[in-house]
Every structure is written in C-alpha cells, then in structure tokens.
C-alpha cells in the first residue's frame, strides 16, 4: 500500500501506460482521476482500477483543451476530497503527420505541441493549486528519449514538446519544492503500447531489440513502476530529475 490514502489524476488513463499506472496506483491503495479522450476506455480502466482494490472517478475530455482539464481536476477533488499526485502522462505520437521540420505542416505541429505540450501546463496551471490544499504533492511529466539526442527518423514536434517538458519539470521543480511540491520526469524508451503499436511488426520489434542492450522493448509496467516510486513518499527527497527507463539504450 505505498500510495495508501493518496489521490492521483492520470491523463491518458484508457490505454498504454496511463492504464497500467492506474490500475498499479489503485492496487497501492490510491484514488484515481482517471482522464482520456476516449471514455470507453476510461472506462474500462476504472473497471480494473476497482478490481484491484482502488477507487475511480472517470472524466472524459480533451488535455489539450484548458476547460476539460481544470474540469478534471476539480471533479477529482470533489469525488475524493484531495489531490497529491499529477501525472501528465497523455500524448501523441503522429508518425505520418509529425516529421522532420521541412515536411510539417503549422496546423500539425501545432496539434502535437497542444496535445504533448500545452496538456501539462494546463493539468499543472489547475492541479499545482490543489496540491497545495493538499499540503504537498508529487508531479510526474513523461518526456522521450527522443527529446535526449536526435534520430534520423524525426518527429520534431513531439522532440521539441518533450525537450521543453525537461525544462518545465526544472521550473516548477524549484518554485513549488519549498512547498513540499516535486516535479520530475520520466524519459521512456521503446516501449510497447498502442502508441508504438501502428509502427510496429513482429520483424520490427525484432530489430529494435536488437538494439536495446537489455534485449527486449519496454512494457507499460516497466514506466508504472518509475511512476509509482515517484509518486509515493519514497522520493520524498526527489525534485527536478529526469528517469530514464529503456532498456540502456540511452547508455550506449
Ligand atoms: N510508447 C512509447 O514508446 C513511448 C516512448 C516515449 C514516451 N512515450 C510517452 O508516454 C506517454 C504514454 O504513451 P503510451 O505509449 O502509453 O500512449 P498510448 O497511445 O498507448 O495511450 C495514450 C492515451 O492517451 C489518450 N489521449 C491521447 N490524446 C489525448 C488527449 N488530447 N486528451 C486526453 N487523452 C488523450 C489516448 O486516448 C490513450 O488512452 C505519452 O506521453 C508518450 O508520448 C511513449
């Protein structure tokens, strides 16, 4: 029970990584906000957060719009009373619209920056508030090894927004630590989830394992375990760090 009476929101809770961490959030005892776009999934997440021995409130809605996301937070307070943990874990990788700078449209990176950007200053600029009401809290963005060195396959949008995350964990790392506030940054590698899913065969995976020194892609729970310890009093003493959890591949 290493989140036992603590409350968390997770963006991007239907599927992938939002899930997993939800239902491993929930087992340890958490409250779970449980927010996406597509509410089916939300769902049924809530389902297996219940399963497990957590408590769920589902909120659909968009992290990209400001509205949804300060609607989010709100409900989440209102169905469990408090809020310690924000976990900015939505995003969007658009390998077909997303590319290197001279094949991008504005309109779509524009959609990429609102969604992977603009999503965590929103679900910080109304979270941070309840955090404090709540006498302290943990904040966990989701940056990329992408945004760590370049690749000559681009996705430039996604690169810069999750670079910039590295620098708004900092920035709100030092402002908000005095009131027992952290921020930090967990930098997945290839991991296995329905975002890598449209990109991925059996021949690739092969390939990319390949090149991974622990041999294997990442699965959601190798990022729920990160996010777990960093949302839980045992980092109590962690603020501004970057995880990166992939396998070794950074290492290299
Ligand atoms: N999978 C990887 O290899 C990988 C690697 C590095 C970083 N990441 C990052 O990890 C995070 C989780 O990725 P994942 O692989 O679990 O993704 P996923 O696509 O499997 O799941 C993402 C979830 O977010 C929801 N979502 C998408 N847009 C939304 C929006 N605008 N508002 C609300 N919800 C929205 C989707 O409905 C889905 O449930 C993302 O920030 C991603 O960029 C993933």
Excluded at 157 to 181: R, V
Excluded at 185 to 191: D, N, R, S, V
Excluded at 211 to 233: H, K, T, W, Y
Aim: aromatic share 6%; hydrophobic share 45%; net charge neutral.
């Amino acid at each position: 029970m290493r989140l036992k009476e603590k409350v968390a929101i997770i963006t991007g809770a239907g599927v992938g990584m939002g899930r997993e961490a939800s239902v491993l959030f929930g087992k340890e005892g958490a409250s779970v906000g449980i927010f996406d776009l597509n509410v089916d999934a939300a769902n049924e997440t809530a389902e297996l957060v219940k399963i497990a021995g957590g408590k769920a409130h589902v909120i659909q809605g968009d992290v990209s719009k400001e509205a949804d996301v300060q609607r989010a937070i709100d409900e989440t307070v209102k169905a469990f009373g408090k809020l310690h943990i924000l976990y900015a874990n939505a995003g969007v990788l658009w390998k077909d619209r997303d590319k290197s700078v001279t094949d991008t449209t504005e309109e779509n990176w524009d959609k990429v920056q609102a969604i992977n950007l603009k999503g965590p200053f929103f679900l910080t600029k109304h979270g941070i508030p309840a955090l404090r009401n709540s006498g302290g809290g943990s904040i966990i963005l989701v940056g990329s090894i992408s945004a760590l060195a370049g690749f000559t396959l681009a996705q430039d949008s996604y690169t810069c927004a999750k670079g910039a995350l590295i620098s708004l964990c900092k920035s709100l790392a030092i402002q908000f630590a005095p009131e027992q506030i952290r921020c930090n940054i967990i930098h997945p590698g290839f991991i296995d989830t329905p975002l890598q899913a449209p990109y991925l065969n059996d021949a690739k995976r092969t390939a990319i394992a390949g090149e991974i020194p622990m041999r294997r892609l990442g699965n959601a729970r190798d990022i729920a375990n990160a996010a777990l310890f960093l949302a839980s009093d045992e980092s109590s003493w962690m603020t501004g760090a970057e995880m990166v959890v992939d396998g070794g591949f950074m290492a290299m």
